[in-house]
C-alpha cells in the first residue's frame, strides 16, 4: 500500500498531535524520537500526513470528544478514498480497550501509555496494509501490571524508551534548553473521580542512577532546565537492592503503599527518597540551571525535600499542589486522603521553609453531592492559600471510576458552570494581586522564547520589522515575564539563558519588565 504523499524518496511523514498533561507531552516527544531513528519525518499538516497518531486523554470527557471528533473526520476522508494510517496512542484506548478498533474501523492501530516500546511494530504493520487480528492492532497494558511487585528490566521496555531518548543525537524537545524527565510513572492512590490510575497502571518507580544518566545526557544536548515529572511526585522513594535485573543492575519497581510515609524508613535498607533524589540531582548534574517537578502530593512531603528546595539554588521554588477542594467532606467522598487542616498545614510548612515559594493548584468543582456550602469552602480556601494560579475544573464522571459508580451526577451543568466561573474570577483576582507585588523588583528570568506575539509582528514569520521584540521566560516560581529587547539578534542571543528583569507593571498571569544588564543569574 503506497501513499500518494509518501516523498519520493520513500520517507513516510507523521502528523502527531497531543492532548492532555505533561506526562503525554513527554510520551510524545519519546515517540517521536523513536519513530525519527527509524527513518520518519514528523510535518505540521494533518491534511497532507501519511500518518496521523493523536496521543489522547481521558481525565475528562471534554478532552476524549476533541480527539473522537478529529477521528471522525478522518474516517469521512478515509470514506472519500485517503490514504491514511491513523494510530491512537494514550489514556482513551487503555480506558476503552480494543471497543475503539470495532467502533471506529478508520483506527488502524491502538496503543496504551505503557505499551508505548510496540509502537514501531504496529506502526509498520499497519503501514505494510497486511490483514491483522485484532490482538495483532493493539498494544494495552489492561491491569498486568498491578499484578507483580517488581518488574524485570526485560519486560520493562518503557524504561528503555525514557533512556533511548537521551542517547538520540536528534533529540527534538518542545524547546532545546527544557526538558521533562520521569521519576515515576502510574498511580496508587484512586481519588475516586480519576482515571489515571487505571490508564497509567501501577505507581513505578525508577531507579535513581537510571534518572540522573537521563538528566546527564541531556544537559549534554545542551537543556539546561529540567521538570521532573510523576503523578504524585514526592511519593518517590527507591528501595535500593531489591528490584535487580540478571545482571545486578536496578530496575523500575513498585512504589509504596501509603502506609510506607507513616512510619519511619527501614534503618537496614539503603533508600533513595524524594529528597535524596532532588539533592542527588542537584548535586550531580550541575549544569542543569533549573529543577522543578510536577505534580505534588499534599501529604507526605517531608521537611528534607522542602529543606533540599531551599537548600539548593538551582532547584525551583515552586509547587504544583492540587487541593482539589476546600470542603473536608468532598474531601473524604473524593478518597483525598488529606483534610483542609493538613492541607493548609502543608502549605504553611512549605511557606515557613521556603518564603517566597511559590504554589499553584488544581480545583474541581460540582463533584457529586457539593453544596453551595462546600463550594464557599472551597473559595475561602483559595483565598487563604493565595494560589499564583489556580486551575480550575468542572467535575466530569468517568467510567470505570469509583465515583461514576457510587454517586450519581447531580450538581446541574449550569452550577457547575458559575462555580468554575466564579472561582476563575476570585483566583485571577488574587493572582492579580499577587504578580502586582513584584512591580518594583528585580526577577530572574530563564528566557524561554521570542513571545508568540512578537513572531508575528516583528517579521520573524511575516518579514516586517517593529521597533523591539518581545521576550517570554519564567521566574524561579514560576511566573511568566515578558520584556522587549531591541533587535531580533539579541532576542535570538539570550533564548536559553538567564537576565534579569526590573518588573514594571503586572497582570493576573503576567509580569511586565525591562531589561537589566544579561547576567547568568541563578
Ligand atoms: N473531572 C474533572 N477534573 C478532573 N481532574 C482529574 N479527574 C477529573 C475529573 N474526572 C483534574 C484534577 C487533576 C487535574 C489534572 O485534572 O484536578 O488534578
Ligand atoms: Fe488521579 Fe489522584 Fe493519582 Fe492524581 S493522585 S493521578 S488525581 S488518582
Not at 51 to 69: D, H
Not at 129 to 136: F, N, P, T, V
Not at 486 to 513: C, H, I, Q, R, W
Request: proline share 4%; aromatic share 6%.
Amino acid at each position: 500500500m503506497q501513499s500518494n504523499s509518501t516523498h519520493h524518496d520513500g520517507t513516510r511523514s507523521i502528523y502527531l498531535e497531543t492532548f492532555g498533561c505533561q506526562m503525554n507531552e513527554l510520551d510524545s516527544e519519546l515517540v517521536q524520537d523513536q519513530l525519527v531513528a527509524l527513518g520518519f519525518e514528523f510535518m505540521d499538516n494533518r491534511d497532507e500526513a501519511d500518518v496521523v497518531l493523536f496521543n489522547t486523554c481521558s481525565v475528562r470527557e471534554q478532552a476524549e470528544n476533541k480527539v473522537l471528533s478529529r477521528v471522525g473526520q478522518l474516517g469521512i476522508e478515509k470514506k472519500k478514498g485517503r490514504d491514511v494510517v491513523v494510530g491512537m496512542l494514550g489514556c482513551l484506548p487503555e480506558r476503552e480497550g480494543a471497543r475503539i478498533l470495532s467502533k471506529y474501523p478508520q483506527v488502524d492501530f491502538i496503543c496504551g501509555p505503557s505499551e508505548l516500546d510496540k509502537l514501531p511494530t504496529l506502526l509498520n504493520n499497519a503501514i505494510a496494509g497486511i490483514a491483522l487480528s485484532r490482538s495483532d492492532r493493539a498494544a494495552l497494558q489492561g491491569n498486568r501490571s498491578r499484578r507483580s511487585a517488581t518488574l524485570s528490566a526485560a519486560k520493562d521496555n518503557l524504561e528503555l524508551l525514557d533512556l533511548a531518548r537521551a542517547f538520540n543525537p536528534d533529540h527534538r524537545r518542545t524547546t532545546s534548553y527544557s526538558a521533562y524527565v520521569r521519576i515515576t510513572r502510574g498511580c496508587n492512590k484512586f481519588c475516586t473521580y480519576c482515571v489515571v490510575p487505571n490508564t497509567r497502571g501501577a505507581e513505578v518507580h525508577r531507579p535513581p542512577d537510571s534518572i540522573i544518566e537521563e538528566c546527564r545526557q541531556l544537559v549534554a544536548t545542551g537543556v539546561i532546565e529540567v521538570t521532573l515529572l510523576g503523578q504524585t511526585v514526592n511519593h518517590y522513594r527507591y528501595t535500593h537492592g531489591v528490584a535487580l535485573n540478571a545482571d545486578g543492575k536496578e530496575v523500575p519497581q513498585i512504589g509504596p503503599g501509603l502506609t510506607a510515609f507513616k512510619k519511619p524508613i527501614d534503618v537496614s535498607q539503603q533508600v533513595t527518597t524524594f529528597a535524596n533524589l532532588l539533592q542527588r540531582i542537584h548535586d550531580e548534574v550541575p549544569d542543569i540551571q533549573r529543577l522543578r517537578f510536577l505534580t505534588s502530593y499534599p501529604r507526605d512531603f517531608s521537611d528534607e525535600a522542602l529543606v533540599v528546595m531551599r537548600d539548593c539554588p538551582r532547584i525551583c521554588n515552586y509547587l504544583h499542589v492540587p487541593a482539589q477542594s476546600g470542603s473536608n467532606r468532598i474531601l473524604k467522598l473524593m478518597n483525598r486522603g488529606y483534610t483542609v487542616e493538613e492541607y493548609l498545614e502543608f502549605i504553611d510548612r512549605a511557606r515557613t521553609i521556603i518564603p517566597d515559594v511559590e504554589i499553584a493548584g488544581d480545583i474541581i468543582v460540582g463533584f457529586p453531592t457539593e453544596t453551595e456550602d462546600d463550594f464557599m469552602e472551597t473559595e475561602s480556601l483559595l483565598r487563604k492559600v493565595r494560589f499564583k494560579n489556580n486551575f480550575v475544573f468542572s467535575y466530569s464522571p468517568r467510567p470505570s471510576t469509583v465515583a461514576i459508580e457510587r454517586f450519581e451526577d447531580d450538581v446541574p451543568r449550569t452550577t457547575k458552570l458559575r462555580r468554575l466561573n466564579h472561582l476563575l474570577k476570585v483566583g485571577g483576582a488574587i493572582s492579580g494581586e499577587l504578580h502586582r507585588e513584584y512591580e518594583g523588583e528585580v526577577v530572574d528570568v530563564f528566557v524561554e522564547r521570542i513571545s508568540p506575539k512578537s513572531r508575528r509582528t516583528n517579521g520573524v514569520e511575516l518579514r516586517w520589522n517593529n521597533s523591539t521584540v518581545q521576550m517570554t521566560g519564567r521566574t524561579s516560581g514560576d511566573l511568566i515575564c515578558v520584556f522587549d529587547v531591541d533587535s531580533l539578534e539579541m532576542a535570538n542571543s539570550l533564548v536559553g539563558g538567564f537576565v534579569s528583569v526590573l518588573v514594571t507593571e503586572s497582570a493576573p498571569l503576567l509580569l511586565k519588565g525591562v531589561i537589566q544588564d544579561p547576567v547568568l543569574a541563578i
